[in-house]
T-cell receptor
Framework: GAGVSQSPSNKVTEKGKDVELRCDPI?????LYWYRQSLGQGLEFLIYFQGNSAPDKSGLPSDRFSAERTGGSVSTLTIQRTQQEDSAVYLC?????????????FGEGSRLTVL | AQSVTQLGSHVSVSEGALVLLRCNYS??????LFWYVQYPNQGLQLLLK??????LVKGINGFEAEFKKSETSFHLTKPSAHMSDAAEYFCAVTRNTGNQFYFGTGTSLTVIP
């Protein structure tokens, strides 16, 4: 596609429900990142995928969070038993290169509100 | 450990005035540094990046930033602000062997007509 696509753009859910957020990276991009952006906070790294390598999950805040990337393309971030503190904008980014010189291309984000 | 500090969560400038957004980094190894901009309801996009070549880096829309190792700074400047520059600006750092990009908390720029 032309850019990184994320869905849904907005999600309102009740505390305790599970949610899935989807990211379609730019075609051919091997690196994919998930970040969380909370009000007044910077971007918090969640997880990183690079090709067929094991993902870097070091940023996931709890075991309620998980992510997978199927076929090296689409990624899904799953939050189980959502809590109010999970409310944030979840950003996905992809890059054509691994490492620090690759430009990150961001989607517009999925805004999650947990009531 | 890598991190960046952006001084000033909100900056207001008059149209035509100098824009200065501050970023200081902490890195135990030579860093790679970035500025990203986020316009309302849009994703972040790259403004410019420093990857150990020239210390003065020019980016899009007339922005530039200078890497100063002695001051551990990478401040973003633009000589003359335009209304369209109103946005959130993020500084980010990574290192040459890492895959994680560490972002600052962002600076919201308001341009006053």
């Amino acid at each position: 596609g032309a850019g990184v696509s994320q869905s849904p753009s907005n999600k309102v859910t009740e505390k305790g429900k599970d949610v899935e957020l989807r990211c379609d990276p730019i075609s051919g991009h091997t690196a994919l990142y998930w970040y969380r952006q909370s009000l007044g906070q910077g971007l918090e790294f969640l997880i990183y995928f690079q090709g067929n390598s094991a993902p870097d999950k070091s940023g996931l805040p709890s075991d309620r969070f998980s992510a997978e990337r199927t076929g090296g393309s689409v990624s899904t971030l799953t939050i189980q038993r959502t809590q109010q503190e999970d409310s944030a904008v979840y950003l996905c980014a992809s890059s054509s290169r691994s490492g620090p010189t690759g430009e990150l291309f961001f989607g517009e984000g999925s805004r999650l509100t947990v009531l | 450990a890598q991190s960046v500090t952006q001084l000033g969560s909100h900056v207001s400038v008059s149209e035509g005035a100098l824009v200065l957004l501050r970023c200081n980094y902490s890195s135990s190894v030579p860093p790679y540094l970035f500025w990203y901009v986020q316009y309302p309801n849009q994703g972040l996009q790259l403004l410019l990046k420093y990857t150990s070549a020239a210390t003065l880096v020019k980016g899009i829309n007339g922005f530039e930033a200078e890497f100063k190792k002695s001051e551990t700074s990478f401040h973003l400047t633009k000589p003359s602000a335009h209304m369209s520059d109103a946005a959130e600006y993020f500084c980010a750092v990574t290192r040459n062997t890492g895959n994680q990009f560490y972002f600052g908390t962002g600076t919201s720029l308001t341009v006053i007509p």
